[in-house]
């Protein structure tokens, strides 16, 4: 990151960032100056609270991008300067307004009058002397500007209404390049303007999708970011037009007015008159079309954000759900015609073995499907049955749950999981599946995925990039680079929150560890592949091309069970070891006695081993990994229990009460997987018996909810879903949500009490093109742009 070396420019940055994420300017300082030296956010949040005072990961990412916008205002201001000086135009007031520029778009309004251009039409007016003209009218308001016109009548300006209109031209350009006016008739419009879109005739049923939005009308300042986004695209794919403008029948005349005024035309003489002609003409050929386009990239930003945002918290949500822990797993990837796909893998995911079942069409080998079953779970031992969400997959837990009846008594019936595949053949045909199994059928490597993910969904996901695991909403529409970025710091976080086993992980595992990166993490698994496993954290100080710098800011965050340090398997930072050292001599006890024995310290306060290096809020955070050494922040293992003879569509009944889990959460609402091959869609009215404005207050993806059945649309294949006490049966018709998404097929759900009842989603059977599987899995609801997590479209 490039860095502001003039100390009143950096104090202004600071001062601003520490407002935005209300913060000292001093926490903000020392927070730039950490990440300035190459410091992750993760270790600055974990790490070094004293010299931030505690900012967390939250404030710190938010630093992170503010500073770079601040800072790209700062080289765009310095380079305006410099221009507009080497033009010999600089005044001390143009100095003094380009340097209270807060935004980008105000100092390229400061700007626009100097700013080198092409050639236009107020300049061959001027060339013309046709400005003297336009002084003429301003001067004498009560001459009638006709008149006036005749004496600059010339062989380049053969008639008086050219002269006009030259005068006209340089006046509109004037006006257009005010920065006053254009920051007031921005902010009215921000106020003011409308998002209107009107269907193309002749385009009702191509669009049909779209049809919420063949005739509709919204303040821009109120519309929400998944109808923006939703119009954005009908008008993308030319199926409406898209205007922002003010409100037709005054507000235009308003806008005009603050032109006029700007002119001061505001009596009735023939001057003013004609002055407002210019201001009505400026408005409709500059203004109107500049300000939409301004209002219309404002909108998509914001539009943008919203879904990146929505898409992050899924994510965040999904990679810190519970693992199931490390136990032998059987993953099975369910399919019809070319079988179900088995990979049994051990307790610290090494794959044992793998095998086809053909329990279903055309085969129906029921019996040797249940006869390999038992048999790899009496031979491995297996713990956890995950199987895959896909096609067959109520079919295929049945047969799991048949099957386990037959086990033998002295057997343990292991627990059955409806796990979700979304990204699961993403994984199976990557370089890295290839490499990890380069004899392996691509097929048989997602139950493989399928099994992991269940052990550890973070381990497994990281493998996978975030965009295929499909839990945002338009994703495809967002600005892919900030997408990317945002979620990269999403899964970095959480990764670091997690911890990372440094003997077990994988290279992409350890590559998203804070300081290490893709090319230290596969000089990490080279070197444990030849030297073994890593006796301590220090030894990681031998690994080719990995310094100190590198170790300083991953080490806190790689663990090392039964290594020769204890504090190894604790995010107690390395440079800290001593102060802990210390807190264990105090106790009188060996320091493995009082690792997870939180009564060892009683009696002793934090403040007592506070120093000069090592204050308050690290001396707390040692305590409390001594108490409970390599804490995992994920919650406990659950999982939601279908209902049996609830597997189709056709099987749901209005009033049914059902547990299932949440898939994702949109800014309309939560999808859940109640079982049946399509998620069902509790809209944000139906989320609780109270008002709630963001679904995500209520629930999170993972969530395991009992939801009620209130609508069912066969042929659309619509669920609609509550979570209310009543059962959504006094909801009160709610607002709708838009969908329009990805351009499938949508239409209206007609729910009464369904909140979503004027909403469009996603129509479209899911094609089941993975290798290894037939048949297809139904994408219900659809508004979020990808494949839904959990019963949502399989990438491929």
């Avoid at 039964?562 to 800290?576: I, M, N, T």
């Avoid at 209005?654 to 091959?677: C, K, Q, S, Y």
Wanted: charged share 30%; glycine share 8%; proline share 5%.
């Amino acid at each position: 990151m490039s860095t502001v070396t003039d100390p009143q420019t950096s104090a202004r940055i600071a001062r601003i960032i520490a407002t935005d994420i209300a913060a000292k300017d001093a926490q903000v300082t020392a927070a730039i100056a950490l990440l300035d030296e190459g410091a992750t956010v993760p270790f600055v949040a974990r790490y070094r609270k004293e010299v931030t005072g505690g900012l967390d990961d939250t404030q710190l990412r938010l630093l992170n991008d503010r500073l770079s916008y601040l800072r790209e205002l700062e080289a765009r201001r310095l380079s305006i300067l410099k221009s507009i000086e080497d033009q010999g135009k600089l005044t001390d007031d143009l100095k003094r307004a380009i340097a209270g520029a807060e935004s980008k778009s105000t100092l390229e309004d400061i700007y626009l009058p100097y700013k080198p251009k092409r050639r236009t039409k107020a300049m061959i007016a001027r060339e013309n002397g046709l400005d003297a003209l336009l002084d003429a009218i301003k001067s004498d308001r009560s001459a009638v500007p006709e008149s006036l016109a005749e004496g600059f009548i010339t062989e380049a300006v053969p008639t008086v209404k050219d002269a006009l209109n030259g005068a006209r031209d340089i006046a509109t350009e004037e006006l257009s390049e005010n920065a006053e006016l254009l920051g007031k008739l921005r902010d009215f419009m921000r106020r003011e303007a409308y998002v209107t879109a009107k269907v193309i005739a002749g385009k009702e049923q191509e669009g049909a999708k779209f049809s919420d939005y063949f005739d509709h009308s919204e303040k821009w300042s109120d519309i929400a970011s998944h109808r923006a986004l939703a119009i954005l695209r009908a008008a993308k794919e030319e199926i409406v037009t898209m205007e922002i403008a003010p409100e037709p029948e005054t507000g235009a005349d308003r806008a005009i007015a603050m032109v006029a005024a700007t002119l001061e035309a505001g009596t009735d003489q023939p001057g003013d008159v004609w002055l407002r002609t210019v201001a009505r003409w400026a408005w409709r050929v500059k203004f109107a079309i500049s300000l939409h386009i301004d209002l219309l990239g404002e909108l998509r930003q914001r539009a943008h954000e919203d879904a990146i945002t929505v898409f992050s918290r899924n994510l965040k949500d999904l990679l810190l759900a519970a693992p199931a822990g490390a136990k032998a797993t059987l993953g099975l990837d369910p399919g019809i015609r070319t079988g179900v796909k088995a990979a049994v893998v051990d307790a610290t995911g090494k794959l044992l073995e793998v095998a086809t079942l053909y329990p279903f069409q055309p085969k129906m080998d029921v019996r040797g499907a249940e006869a390999k079953i038992i048999d790899l779970i009496t031979r491995h031992g297996v713990s956890l049955v995950a199987i895959g969400n896909g096609t067959a997959s109520r079919e295929t837990e049945k047969l799991v749950g048949e099957t386990l009846k037959l086990l033998p008594p002295s057997v343990k019936a292991p627990t059955k999981v409806v796990v979700s595949e979304a990204g699961a053949s993403v994984y199976s045909a990557s370089e890295l599946a290839a490499s990890e199994f380069p004899d392996l059928d691509v097929s048989l490597r997602g139950a493989v995925s399928i099994a992991r993910r269940l052990q550890d969904p973070l381990a497994e996901l990281v493998k996978i990039t975030p965009e295929s695991i499909g839990v945002g909403q338009y994703q495809h529409d967002v600005d892919q680079r900030r997408l990317s970025q945002a979620l990269e710091a999403v899964v970095e976080d959480a990764v670091n929150a997690v911890g990372v086993d440094l003997n077990m992980a994988s290279a992409p595992l350890l590559a998203q560890v804070a300081g290490l990166g893709p090319s230290l993490a596969q000089s990490i698994v080279l070197h444990r592949d030849i030297h073994g496993a890593f006796p301590s954290r220090k030894a990681l100080l031998k690994v080719s091309g990995l310094g100190p710098k590198a170790f300083e800011q991953c080490a806190g965050f790689l663990r090392i069970r039964d290594g020769e340090d204890p504090l190894d398997a604790s995010s107690v930072h390395p440079e800290a070891y001593d102060v802990a050292r210390k807190i264990v001599s105090a106790c009188g006890r060996d320091i493995r006695d009082i690792m997870g024995s939180p009564a060892a310290l009683k009696g002793l306060h934090a403040e007592q081993f506070v120093s000069g290096d090592f204050g308050l809020p690290t001396v707390r955070d040692i305590f409390t990994e001594l108490e409970k050494p390599g804490r995992d922040p994920r919650p406990e293992f659950k999982t939601a229990t279908f209902t049996d003879g609830v597997e189709d569509i056709k099987d749901l009944k209005p009033g049914m009460r059902l547990e299932g889990t949440v898939t994702n959460v949109a800014a309309f609402g939560a999808f859940v997987d109640i079982g049946v091959h399509q998620d069902g869609l509790v809209h944000v009215s139906q989320l609780a018996d109270r008002f709630v404005k963001d679904p995500h207050e209520v629930v999170k993806a993972g969530d395991v909810v009992t939801v009620s059945v209130t609508e069912v649309d066969i042929p659309r294949k619509r669920i609609g879903l509550s979570m209310r006490k009543d059962g959504g049966k006094s909801q009160d018709r709610a607002p709708r949500n838009d969908g329009g998404n990805r351009g499938k097929p949508q239409g209206k759900f007609q729910g009464k009490a369904q909140g979503a009842a004027q909403g469009k989603f996603q129509n479209k059977p899911r094609s089941n093109t993975r290798p290894g599987n037939g048949g297809g899995r139904d994408n219900s609801q659809g508004a979020l742009g990808a494949a839904l997590l959990d019963a949502m479209k399989k990438k491929r």
